[in-house]
């Protein structure tokens, strides 16, 4: 879109116009002139009449030169007056011309949508070259500041306003295309704050280069988004000109990989493992079998060719086996595109022998199947019972007086079955093992000591779970009231398997007794099952990085049939499997995004590095933590997009992975455009050029109408003294400097 702007022949104006109050300074030797002003009284006499005839003559020139002098006073402090205001004024495409300097704000996008390749350049390319041109085209005396488009916090590259024109333009060749997310309004925040520092001059320009993603530039698509970026830039125009040079493109295809997951945090050996990718067309034409490709460990292990719609979702799968236990690399791949980095994706995949679960036993029972504990054994590891363990997951069974001396670490989940009270050293090593990424389930039964729950684990803002036990509801010695689950339309991921699966027996499971709970509003608090009662059956809560689940009812045959009934075996599966995922913590995050790891007490010693996807290898610092006495190592430099491996520093610790990935926002190349952002502002790239050719060229000077004038004051101040020295001498003296000074005023260089 090209705009026209008018440019007058000539401009007249004042950077400080409020200074010009000191004119009225200017009417001070005229008041002292005429204060001090004799009045005299006339008394004739004869002899009087010869002397007036003798000095009539005289008179009229004393006259004359206080006047001149009187004349000399006011120019000199209205010329100060003046000069102070710091006037300007340019005449275009005339002979004789002077402007005031401008300061401008350069803005430009370096986000990863701006990588889009064009016919012969990006459009990053495009932008910088505009920038470039803008500079090399600005007149000596104009200042520069540059922001550049980036994450949420956007880099000032010149936070200070230079006039060094080789300098601006060095910073701008300086400038490369990131890899993330622009957040235009940060952006346009900074541009208010350096305006702050441009309030002397007379003329200021506000220039942002952007292909004006709509994703950056009108966040979530919704109109509060819409209405800060437009406020923003109503700010800006009435402090500055505004202008919009529009880089983007329209109309333009793209895929993408948006999304890369699979429902298990770790897998282990030799299981399958499924693994979701989420496709996206961003543009009007479908593409029919395009190929996607799986890679792990950089090796090309499956590929399938996949049928994308016009701007729609498309979902892939694939399956896989590990063979190794550790990390692995993983990676989908698109064929390339104009902007291939969001043609890649990638993730890791932690790969374990077994899952270690410990089952704390609160009943005694000499009886076979007495104990709340040998259920679950069987249901965890049904192989335990007739051969060796050759299962998924392993668990080991101690007594509730064991678990004070226990080392929780070495086990990525612990069940809690029927412990009648717990000491506060107890309950601060659960508590510190939750946090730290362990999994934690509580079972309840008929041992339970309500009081010592109350207060010591579920105590609210300060216990494990925020909530409160209450009475028990029903009677398991007489099963005089049978109650039943409600899975809550199964949207919990824990009973997403028992979903249109009535054989599994989830709905018809005979429950005779169990506790009755408060439940607070805590959004950190979860139903995952309900009774038909609509009472909590299942809770979930976190404690940083763990999950905690309590189970209101036991889970032997005293309370209910569900230890023997068919839902048993798979729901205690999902839920082992479930809470076990927050001791490996999250293994991706977003380009911008720090990394934060957690680390082991067989760690504190080391020296860690992180190897970034281009192997530029960043040494880590340690942070203590006083809350749990361990370090957490934060890794802010995510500029890149790919595997970051994490190298302990020693051969008997195995390197961890990382991912990190694009943000699938800046995938969309939609156009906000002059429907969201007021036309005027634009202006088309190839206006650049043009604008600046609509501006007839100038002949500057770095010396202001200020500077002369407070020369031509300092000539008068010499002029002034002279006439009440000599009259003669400082009338030629003042002619001669009002000619100069009006010369000199005239001709600037």
Same mark, same amino acid.
């Given at each position: 879109m090209n705009a026209? &702007?008018?440019?007058? /022949?000539?401009?007249?104006?004042? @950077? &400080?116009?409020?200074? /010009?109050?000191?004119?009225?300074? @200017?009417g001070i030797p005229i008041l002292i002139?005429?204060?001090?002003?004799r009045k005299f009284i006339e008394t004739e006499w004869a002899a009087m009449k010869f002397l007036l005839a003798a000095t009539r003559k005289y008179s009229r020139r004393v006259r004359f030169e206080q006047l001149l002098i009187l004349l000399v006073r006011c120019l000199i402090l209205l010329l100060l007056a003046v000069a102070f205001s710091r006037p300007y004024w340019s005449l275009q495409g005339a002979f004789f011309e002077s402007a005031a300097p401008v300061h401008r704000i350069l803005v430009v996008d370096t986000s990863f949508s701006m990588r889009w390749q064009g016919e012969e350049e990006t459009l990053f390319e495009e932008a910088r070259e505009i920038a470039r041109s803008i500079v090399s085209s600005s007149r000596q005396g104009d200042a520069f500041q540059l922001i550049q488009i980036s994450s949420a916090s956007p880099q000032k590259v010149?936070?200070?306003?230079?006039?060094?024109q080789t300098y601006v333009l060095d910073e701008i060749s300086k400038l490369q295309p990131t890899q993330e997310f622009g957040n235009a309004g940060q952006a346009l925040q900074a541009a208010l704050e350096f305006l702050g520092q441009a309030q002397e001059?007379?003329?200021?320009?506000v220039i942002i280069i952007s292909d004006f993603q709509a994703e950056s530039w009108a966040p979530q698509q919704a109109e509060q988004g819409n209405s800060r970026i437009l406020s923003l830039m109503d700010a800006l125009s009435k402090k500055a000109t505004l202008i919009l040079?529009?880089?983007?493109?329209?109309?333009?295809?793209?895929?993408?990989?948006?999304?890369f997951n699979s429902r298990a945090v770790f897998a282990t050996l030799n299981q399958p493992v499924r693994l979701s990718v989420t496709l996206h067309n961003f543009g009007l034409l479908n593409q029919d079998a395009v190929n996607l490709q799986l890679y792990v460990d950089q090796q090309l292990v499956n590929q399938k060719q996949v049928d994308l719609p016009a701007n729609t979702d498309t979902q892939a799968e694939f399956t896989h086996q590990f063979t190794r236990v550790g990390d692995h690399r993983l990676e989908v791949r698109l064929a390339d595109d104009r902007l291939p980095l969001d043609n890649h994706r990638w993730k890791v995949m932690p790969v374990k022998k077994e899952i270690n679960v410990l089952l704390v036993n609160g009943r005694r029972s000499t009886e076979a199947m007495g104990r709340a504990t040998d259920f679950l054994e069987l249901a965890l590891s049904p192989s335990l019972q007739e051969q060796p363990w050759q299962g998924i997951i392993k668990p080991h069974v101690i007594n509730e007086g064991e678990l004070a001396t226990t080392e929780l670490s070495l086990y990525d989940a612990v069940v809690i079955c029927d412990v009648a009270l717990f000491t506060d050293h107890e309950r601060d090593l659960?508590?510190?093992?939750?946090?730290?990424?362990g999994g934690l389930i509580f079972s309840?039964?008929?041992?339970v000591n309500v009081k010592n729950y109350n207060q010591t684990i579920f105590q609210p803002g300060q216990g494990l779970l925020s909530l409160k036990l209450l009475d028990r509801r029903g009677d398991a010695r007489k099963h005089t009231t049978l109650f039943e689950f409600d899975p809550l339309q199964y949207q919990h991921p824990v009973i997403e398997i028992f979903k249109g699966n009535p054989d599994a027996g989830l709905e018809t499971t005979h429950i005779y007794e169990y506790f009755q709970t408060e439940l607070p509003a805590d959004p950190n608090t979860r139903l995952i099952l309900n009774y038909d009662t609509n009472d909590p059956a299942i809770i979930e809560g976190s404690l940083g990085r763990g999950k905690v689940v309590l189970i209101t009812t036991s889970l032997d045959r005293l309370w209910g049939t569900w230890a023997i009934w068919p839902s048993f075996p798979p729901m205690v599966n999902e839920l082992v499997l479930y809470i076990a995922t927050g001791k490996w913590g999250s293994r991706e995050a977003r380009v911008g995004q720090p990394l934060e790891i957690m680390t082991r007490e067989n760690q504190l010693t080391l020296s860690p590095q992180m190897i970034a996807p281009d192997q530029e290898k960043y040494p880590l610092r340690s942070v203590l933590d006083s809350e749990d006495e361990s370090r957490i190592i934060t890794f802010p430099q995510t500029l890149l997009s790919g595997i970051y491996e994490l190298d302990w520093g020693s051969a008997a610790m195995e390197n961890t992975l990382y991912a990190v990935n694009v943000s699938s926002q800046e995938s969309n190349l939609?156009?906000?455009?002059?429907?969201?952002?007021?036309?005027?502002?634009?202006?088309?790239?190839?206006?650049?050029?043009?604008?600046?050719a609509e501006v007839p060229e100038e002949r500057s000077t770095q010396a202001g109408l200020a500077e002369n004038l407070l020369l031509t004051v300092l000539a008068l101040i010499v002029v002034e003294q002279l006439l009440l020295w000599r009259f003669s001498a400082g009338a030629l003296t003042f002619l001669a400097v009002m000619l100069i000074s009006g010369l000199s005023l005239f001709f600037l260089r």
């Amino acid at each position: 879109m090209n705009a026209f &702007s008018f440019q007058p /022949l000539f401009a007249f104006g004042f @950077a &400080s116009p409020w200074l /010009l109050m000191g004119l009225l300074a @200017a009417g001070i030797p005229i008041l002292i002139h005429l204060l001090h002003k004799r009045k005299f009284i006339e008394t004739e006499w004869a002899a009087m009449k010869f002397l007036l005839a003798a000095t009539r003559k005289y008179s009229r020139r004393v006259r004359f030169e206080q006047l001149l002098i009187l004349l000399v006073r006011c120019l000199i402090l209205l010329l100060l007056a003046v000069a102070f205001s710091r006037p300007y004024w340019s005449l275009q495409g005339a002979f004789f011309e002077s402007a005031a300097p401008v300061h401008r704000i350069l803005v430009v996008d370096t986000s990863f949508s701006m990588r889009w390749q064009g016919e012969e350049e990006t459009l990053f390319e495009e932008a910088r070259e505009i920038a470039r041109s803008i500079v090399s085209s600005s007149r000596q005396g104009d200042a520069f500041q540059l922001i550049q488009i980036s994450s949420a916090s956007p880099q000032k590259v010149i936070s200070r306003p230079s006039r060094q024109q080789t300098y601006v333009l060095d910073e701008i060749s300086k400038l490369q295309p990131t890899q993330e997310f622009g957040n235009a309004g940060q952006a346009l925040q900074a541009a208010l704050e350096f305006l702050g520092q441009a309030q002397e001059l007379a003329q200021k320009e506000v220039i942002i280069i952007s292909d004006f993603q709509a994703e950056s530039w009108a966040p979530q698509q919704a109109e509060q988004g819409n209405s800060r970026i437009l406020s923003l830039m109503d700010a800006l125009s009435k402090k500055a000109t505004l202008i919009l040079k529009d880089v983007g493109v329209t109309e333009e295809s793209n895929l993408a990989i948006v999304d890369f997951n699979s429902r298990a945090v770790f897998a282990t050996l030799n299981q399958p493992v499924r693994l979701s990718v989420t496709l996206h067309n961003f543009g009007l034409l479908n593409q029919d079998a395009v190929n996607l490709q799986l890679y792990v460990d950089q090796q090309l292990v499956n590929q399938k060719q996949v049928d994308l719609p016009a701007n729609t979702d498309t979902q892939a799968e694939f399956t896989h086996q590990f063979t190794r236990v550790g990390d692995h690399r993983l990676e989908v791949r698109l064929a390339d595109d104009r902007l291939p980095l969001d043609n890649h994706r990638w993730k890791v995949m932690p790969v374990k022998k077994e899952i270690n679960v410990l089952l704390v036993n609160g009943r005694r029972s000499t009886e076979a199947m007495g104990r709340a504990t040998d259920f679950l054994e069987l249901a965890l590891s049904p192989s335990l019972q007739e051969q060796p363990w050759q299962g998924i997951i392993k668990p080991h069974v101690i007594n509730e007086g064991e678990l004070a001396t226990t080392e929780l670490s070495l086990y990525d989940a612990v069940v809690i079955c029927d412990v009648a009270l717990f000491t506060d050293h107890e309950r601060d090593l659960l508590k510190h093992y939750v946090s730290r990424g362990g999994g934690l389930i509580f079972s309840l039964g008929a041992q339970v000591n309500v009081k010592n729950y109350n207060q010591t684990i579920f105590q609210p803002g300060q216990g494990l779970l925020s909530l409160k036990l209450l009475d028990r509801r029903g009677d398991a010695r007489k099963h005089t009231t049978l109650f039943e689950f409600d899975p809550l339309q199964y949207q919990h991921p824990v009973i997403e398997i028992f979903k249109g699966n009535p054989d599994a027996g989830l709905e018809t499971t005979h429950i005779y007794e169990y506790f009755q709970t408060e439940l607070p509003a805590d959004p950190n608090t979860r139903l995952i099952l309900n009774y038909d009662t609509n009472d909590p059956a299942i809770i979930e809560g976190s404690l940083g990085r763990g999950k905690v689940v309590l189970i209101t009812t036991s889970l032997d045959r005293l309370w209910g049939t569900w230890a023997i009934w068919p839902s048993f075996p798979p729901m205690v599966n999902e839920l082992v499997l479930y809470i076990a995922t927050g001791k490996w913590g999250s293994r991706e995050a977003r380009v911008g995004q720090p990394l934060e790891i957690m680390t082991r007490e067989n760690q504190l010693t080391l020296s860690p590095q992180m190897i970034a996807p281009d192997q530029e290898k960043y040494p880590l610092r340690s942070v203590l933590d006083s809350e749990d006495e361990s370090r957490i190592i934060t890794f802010p430099q995510t500029l890149l997009s790919g595997i970051y491996e994490l190298d302990w520093g020693s051969a008997a610790m195995e390197n961890t992975l990382y991912a990190v990935n694009v943000s699938s926002q800046e995938s969309n190349l939609n156009h906000i455009g002059p429907q969201v952002i007021p036309p005027q502002y634009f202006r088309r790239p190839e206006g650049a050029q043009s604008q600046l050719a609509e501006v007839p060229e100038e002949r500057s000077t770095q010396a202001g109408l200020a500077e002369n004038l407070l020369l031509t004051v300092l000539a008068l101040i010499v002029v002034e003294q002279l006439l009440l020295w000599r009259f003669s001498a400082g009338a030629l003296t003042f002619l001669a400097v009002m000619l100069i000074s009006g010369l000199s005023l005239f001709f600037l260089r």
